[in-house]
């Protein structure tokens, strides 16, 4: 080939390379931003939330690019996560990946780590996000997402004081209503206890098994996992989070005292409920009801009638009044206007205040409560020997109401327990309590439970004297032929509800033997002494 041509042809060639790196350089230059300050915008973005700012990243718009963010909080409980980014790696002259890592908090499971990638592009002179969800984690496009999968640990056991399992239906006795039974979880309940639970998981529906849902079902197994996704993929464990096993839930019943009140109330044909407490920790011994569906021993408001003398009593005594004061028992009295009786329209006379308690004089305290104590005053003592108190026993459980007197005449009728004064078994047995022991405690189902309120000690020889008080009714007074064993102490009621001409009257017994404080009401079941005491002296002679 002649020299010239061979010269020509490189000359060419040597014009064309040096095209080539100018057009290089041109783009190169031409080019804003670097894919690191993208990649940079893009995941402190991710990281705060702000999807507006995200989108402004895209090189193309993205139709499932919000739903692939909402995924991990809609589906996993993850909170907001935190982004670090790592190495963007070019990936020819216009793409780019930038490695990241995640942390994202899923709600009541755990911390998950984990490392994923975004890619870049150029797209007119700028560098931009080539978004697929993979971004959002590597697992995800198509048809996959993300998922919790739990696994439960057998349900914990709720237990009476022995350590007898009380949840699984054999235990009769109105256990059952404080126990509570398992249901399915609803979308309600899956949203108030959170992200491990899903609908249809077994939770607690009443009584304990739903007050202490998540210490007897403890924490689940859980994985997050891909789901819908290619064949090999779905169902694939991305990360797993161990549980821990539910903790029994201890209850301060006792077997005995359990079985000795179901047989107590069992045959009485009017509605009945019997509560046992122990006096020394406020410990509730048993819960019965003689009837099913209303739980009447925790939630009765009844009038507590003249088993609510004894809290009158009380004020009265730290005013200065004696038991052997000299009182008067009419057969009739008025205070304020209202007319007073007493039951079958006793009257006694001239007696000492012990005997007048006794005896369950209207006619004597009545007048004694609106001379001696003001409204104001009677509130105080009854707020302290547990009325107008918030009950936090385990289980749901109404407080006694006792509202302050508006004048002499209802400060009359409450001093007896009728007026507007309600309570329960479960609050007149917290009493009767504080009197065997000296000191107010609030009852509790179970042991364990944080109380909010603090025992109220009684004040000077109150506890003492109407100790002596109670055990004058029982020797002596409206409870003497109900063959209470030696060492009982109480106080009968006989409280009237209704309207009109002959009313109906619901019996009541409260009491204590030893550290056994009780209290038993029959609905419409008339005389106290004569219904509801037999029936607590039935009880005890149980327990011996």
């Known amino acids: 080939m002649p020299r010239g041509r061979i010269i020509a042809i490189t000359s060419v060639a040597t014009v064309l390379v040096a095209g ?44 499932a690019f919000d739903a692939a963010y909402a995924e991990p909080a809609r589906n996993l409980g993850a909170g907001r996560p935190t982004v670090r980014l790592g190495a963007v790696t070019p990936r020819g002259e216009d793409h780019a990946r930038a490695a990241y890592t995640a942390t994202m908090t899923l709600k009541d499971v755990g911390e998950w780590t984990y490392t994923g990638s975004v890619d870049l592009v150029v797209k007119d002179h700028y560098w931009k996000v080539a978004w697929t969800p993979a971004a959002v984690h590597p697992a995800l496009g198509g048809p996959a997402h993300l998922a919790l999968k739990t696994t439960w640990p057998e ?56 007050t202490f849902q998540k210490e007897l079902a403890g924490v689940p197994d859980t994985a997050v996992v891909v789901t819908g996704g290619a064949a090999g993929t779905s169902g694939k464990v991305l990360t797993t989070f161990q549980g821990t096993p539910g903790t029994a839930v201890r209850t301060s019943l006792d077997p005995r005292a359990q079985k000795a009140a179901v047989a107590a109330v069992r045959d009485l044909k009017k509605p009945a409920s019997l509560v046992a407490i122990r006096p020394s920790t406020g410990e509730i011994l048993a819960v019965v009801n003689n009837r099913g569906g209303f739980n009447r021993a925790l939630d009765g408001r009844y009038p507590p009638g003249s088993t609510f003398k004894t809290v009158t009593a009380a004020g009265l005594l730290a005013q200065g009044l004696t038991p052997g004061r000299k009182v008067t028992c009419p057969e009739k009295a008025s205070v304020g206007g209202l007319a007073i009786r007493n039951s079958d329209h006793e009257a006694f006379g001239s007696l000492s205040f012990l005997d007048s308690y006794a005896h369950s004089c209207n006619t004597t305290f009545a007048p004694l409560a609106a001379e001696h104590l003001s409204g104001g005053r009677l509130y105080q003592v009854a707020s302290k020997m547990g009325f107008n108190q918030p009950l936090t026993i385990g289980v749901p459980a109404t407080r006694g109401s006792m509202p302050k007197p508006t004048g002499p005449a209802d400060l009359a009728a409450e001093s007896f327990g009728q007026g507007r004064i309600t309570a329960s078994p479960l609050v007149m047995a917290s009493v009767a309590a504080a009197v065997a022991a000296g000191t107010w405690r609030p009852p509790t189902l179970v042991p364990a439970l944080k109380q909010r309120l603090r025992p109220q000690p009684l004040e000077g020889t109150v506890a003492r004297d109407l100790r002596t008080m109670m055990t004058a009714v029982v020797t002596k007074g409206t409870a003497k032929g109900a063959g209470l064993p030696s060492g009982t102490a109480g106080k009968t009621g006989t409280a009237e509800f209704g309207t009109g001409g002959k009313l109906d009257s619901h019996a009541w017994f409260i009491g204590f033997r030893g550290d056994v404080a009780f209290a038993v009401v029959v609905e419409a079941g008339g005389m106290g002494g004569e219904v509801a005491a037999p029936a607590a002296a039935g009880f005890l002679r149980g327990l011996d």
């Open 20 to 63: 080539a790196a100018a057009g290089g350089a041109y783009y190169v230059l031409h080019t804003r931003g670097s894919a690191e300050l993208t990649a940079a915008h893009f995941t402190a973005a991710w990281q705060r939330g702000d999807l507006a700012a995200m989108r402004a990243d895209l090189a193309a718009p993205a139709d």
């Open 155 to 210: 349900r914990a056991a709720v237990e009476d004081a022995r350590g007898g399992r009380i949840d699984q239906g054999e235990v009769g006795g109105s256990v059952q209503q404080l126990a509570g039974y398992l249901d399915k979880a609803t979308g309600k309940d899956v949203a108030k206890l959170g992200s491990p639970y899903k609908a249809g998981d077994a939770i607690g529906r009443s009584g304990l098994q739903q």
